[in-house]
């Protein structure tokens, strides 16, 4: 099988989130069982225009602001024929490459961002985000389309895609890597963890306002917060007007083998966002045996079992979320039993069955579009 995946990043860029750890999982895994898997990506100052990455050739053209404009042409120049399937991993806004992929296509979405991208940019900039999504229904119409949840499954027909053309492959989590340590303890305070990005749109603040709340009520806990991003500046502003410099730390950007260490110290996971593909950190932390709170949101109610590995709040609502942090601050015993039920939810991830069900997905695709010949 010959696979090109258009992506807006790969994971070597100093940008690259969620989506590219996805891509790499799933698509270095098939390259790894003999496809020829090739990447087209933006470029970033001191990358390569081309490299092999993780056994895929990556094409590296335009930057983070152009590539939309110049990947179609690079494709027609170098690329046009020479693959079984085109894969568009759709991350921030579409490249719209039903109007010039020649070979069988296939939509991969984690989520759209909608409303939400005026929480997270300039409003010129929101504004184009939301109008480059609105043609997304009728152009992919017909498409076949991987989805990482039902929540996205859902957001992509309520825009008008077909339901049968979307399967949903849920993200994996390398279990042999994030597993407990029973030589590991949890942190002697209760103490909660951010792990991402720090982007406007995540809502962060929402988490510092209810270890705010907690303080007032004579409830103490800490955050941490590990990543980076432009939102970091406004959250550092945030901790000075709250005053809980005490009790919140920036990480900063963390290795693997760091964040593994703080999901296995911490009492849960914070993840506030009021949209996500599907939440991946909290299935990490699950595989530590750690639960997570999270907003009741799209993405995020299918990596967090209410009551079972973790808590769901109303996005927003920052005295339910306070509640739903101090109900696990003051009693450790439910956080351990959180965390068994979170542990033994993950065990259902792995990337190799998210790369088996895409290889076989792609695989039917390509034998469909052979038999329509």
Same mark, same amino acid.
């Given at each position: 099988?010959?696979? #090109?995946?258009?992506?807006?990043?790969?994971?070597?860029?100093?940008? &690259?989130?969620? &989506?590219?750890?996805?891509?790499?999982?799933?698509?270095?895994?098939?390259?790894?069982?003999?496809?020829?898997?090739?990447?087209?990506?933006?470029?970033?100052?001191?990358?390569?225009?081309?490299?092999?990455?993780?056994?895929?050739?990556?094409?590296?053209?335009?930057?983070?602001?152009?590539?939309?404009?110049? @990947?179609?042409?690079?494709?027609?120049?170098?690329?046009?024929?020479?693959?079984?399937?085109?894969?568009? =991993?759709?991350?921030?806004?579409?490249?719209?490459?039903?109007?010039?992929?020649?070979?069988?296509?296939?939509?991969?979405?984690?989520?759209?961002?909608?409303?939400?991208?005026?929480?997270?940019?300039?409003?010129?900039?929101?504004?184009?985000?939301?109008? #480059?999504?609105?043609?997304?229904?009728?152009?992919?119409?017909?498409?076949?389309?991987?989805?990482? /949840?039902? /929540?996205?499954?859902?957001?992509?027909?309520?825009?008008?895609?077909?339901?049968?053309?979307?399967?949903?492959?849920?993200?994996?989590?390398?279990?042999?890597?994030?597993?407990?340590?029973?030589?590991?303890?949890?942190?002697?305070?209760?103490?909660?963890?951010?792990?991402?990005?720090?982007?406007?749109?995540?809502?962060?603040?929402? &988490?510092?306002?209810?270890?705010?709340?907690?303080?007032?009520?004579?409830?103490?806990?800490?955050? =941490?917060?590990?990543?980076?991003?432009?939102?970091?500046?406004?959250?550092?502003?945030?901790?000075?007007?709250?005053?809980?410099?005490?009790?919140? &730390?920036?990480?900063?950007?963390?290795?693997?083998?760091?964040?593994?260490?703080?999901?296995?110290?911490?009492?849960?996971?914070?993840?506030?966002?009021?949209?996500?593909?599907?939440?991946?950190?909290?299935?990490?932390?699950?595989? @530590?045996?750690?639960?997570?709170?999270?907003?009741?949101?799209?993405?995020?109610?299918?990596?967090?079992?209410?009551?079972?590995?973790?808590?769901?709040?109303?996005?927003?609502?920052?005295?339910?979320?306070?509640?739903?942090?101090?109900?696990?601050?003051?009693?450790?015993?439910?956080?351990?039993?959180?965390?068994?039920?979170?542990?033994?939810?993950?065990?259902?991830?792995?990337?190799?069955?998210?790369?088996?069900?895409?290889?076989?997905?792609?695989?039917?695709?390509?034998?469909?579009?052979?038999?329509?010949?």
């Amino acid at each position: 099988m010959r696979v #090109l995946v258009v992506n807006w990043q790969d994971r070597t860029n100093p940008q &690259a989130g969620g &989506a590219e750890v996805h891509l790499h999982e799933i698509f270095g895994r098939l390259a790894a069982r003999g496809h020829s898997v090739s990447l087209l990506v933006s470029g970033y100052a001191g990358a390569a225009a081309r490299e092999t990455v993780d056994g895929m050739e990556v094409h590296r053209v335009g930057s983070r602001n152009t590539f939309n404009l110049f @990947c179609p042409g690079y494709y027609r120049r170098e690329l046009a024929g020479r693959f079984d399937v085109v894969v568009e =991993d759709l991350n921030k806004v579409p490249v719209f490459a039903p109007l010039w992929a020649r070979e069988p296509l296939v939509l991969l979405v984690h989520h759209l961002f909608g409303a939400t991208a005026f929480r997270e940019a300039s409003a010129p900039f929101a504004a184009a985000t939301w109008l #480059l999504e609105r043609p997304i229904g009728r152009l992919y119409r017909g498409v076949p389309v991987e989805s990482v /949840s039902e /929540s996205t499954a859902d957001d992509l027909v309520a825009r008008g895609l077909l339901r049968q053309d979307v399967t949903v492959i849920h993200n994996g989590v390398d279990l042999g890597f994030y597993h407990p340590d029973p030589s590991v303890a949890r942190a002697a305070q209760p103490t909660f963890l951010f792990v991402g990005r720090l982007k406007r749109y995540k809502q962060v603040d929402l &988490a510092l306002e209810a270890v705010a709340r907690l303080r007032d009520g004579g409830t103490h806990v800490r955050l =941490d917060i590990a990543g980076r991003g432009d939102d970091e500046p406004r959250l550092r502003a945030a901790v000075d007007r709250l005053r809980i410099g005490d009790r919140v &730390a920036f990480e900063g950007f963390v290795s693997e083998e760091r964040k593994r260490a703080l999901l296995r110290t911490a009492w849960a996971t914070v993840l506030p966002s009021p949209k996500e593909g599907w939440g991946i950190t909290n299935v990490e932390a699950a595989a @530590c045996g750690t639960p997570a709170v999270a907003s009741d949101s799209p993405g995020l109610r299918e990596s967090v079992v209410h009551g079972k590995t973790g808590l769901l709040v109303r996005h927003g609502d920052v005295p339910a979320l306070a509640g739903a942090l101090r109900s696990l601050a003051v009693d450790p015993a439910r956080v351990e039993t959180l965390g068994r039920g979170a542990l033994e939810f993950a065990q259902d991830f792995t990337w190799d069955h998210a790369a088996d069900l895409t290889e076989r997905h792609l695989q039917g695709v390509i034998c469909s579009n052979r038999d329509d010949l």
